[in-house]
């Protein structure tokens, strides 16, 4: 499916309701909000790691160091089970989301950048392109695509929120709303005024954080963000 992207895209008024430390060390890949429980993934070869903090104190559970040949990327949450997608390695590893033991690992054709769940029967993956990619999660077996006009886009992290998929735009600060049924384009936030810490990098990681809430940080931030985004477009717009 081909979506259309319009010249001048909306953009998504957002207000900060909760600011929290975050590690500056972290090259943030993904980010995931269950409940009492805040999920991160942080990328590099000999340092990517899946962390488990307890939410919202942001103290640390626990956490898995992964091989020096493997670079961590986005992560998802579907039936206990924590879904980690590798960059070039062609691996999806599985974790038992309460010990974060590792399950199984499943074959992935192509990168792996981006990863969330959709509903309970569907992951979406982005490879840094303006495609994002549909998974059946047991075999990971892709099952159709959703692709901008644009070329230009570079989705990187995902969240999905209320039918609409969040995907941040890489090497930007520019984090793109999009409707999951139809794949347009509903509007952006530009979140550059958030950066935070003297390493700060760009914005990366989002995950749902209740209706009309989203959590947000970047690669080498010192604080990830609470937002309100219930000021942005609807999917009933569309």
Not at 37 to 55: D, T
Not at 57 to 85: C, H
Not at 204 to 225: C, E, F, Q, R
Request: with cysteine; aromatic share 10%.
């Amino acid at each position: 499916m081909m979506a259309s992207v319009s010249a001048a895209i909306p953009t998504c008024p957002f207000r900060v309701l909760e600011t929290f430390s975050h590690d500056e060390n972290n090259f943030t890949q993904g980010l995931i909000l269950d409940d009492h429980v805040l999920y991160e993934s942080v990328g590099g070869y000999g340092s990517s790691r899946l962390i488990k903090y307890q939410w919202p104190s942001m103290r640390l559970d626990r956490q898995v160091s992964l091989p020096k040949t493997i670079f961590a990327e986005g992560i998802a949450l579907l039936n206990n089970q924590l879904y980690q997608l590798t960059w070039r390695e062609g691996e999806v590893i599985v974790y038992d989301a309460q010990d974060l033991q590792v399950q199984s690992i499943r074959p992935l054709r192509g990168q792996g950048w981006g990863l969330a769940a959709v509903d309970h029967q569907t992951l979406i993956r982005s490879d840094g392109t303006h495609c994002l990619y549909m998974h059946e999660p047991k075999t990971f077996r892709q099952k159709k695509s959703i692709c901008q006009s644009n070329s230009r886009f570079r989705f990187n992290a995902l969240a999905y929120q209320d039918g609409v998929i969040y995907a941040n735009h890489y090497p930007t600060d520019d984090l793109y709303r999009i409707d999951q049924r139809t794949g347009k384009i509903l509007d952006v936030l530009n979140l550059t005024s958030l950066r935070s810490g003297a390493r700060a990098q760009v914005t990366n990681g989002v995950a749902a954080a209740g209706p009309g809430m989203i959590l947000v940080t970047g690669k080498h931030w010192s604080k990830l963000y609470r937002l309100d985004v219930s000021a942005c477009r609807s999917v009933a717009s569309h």
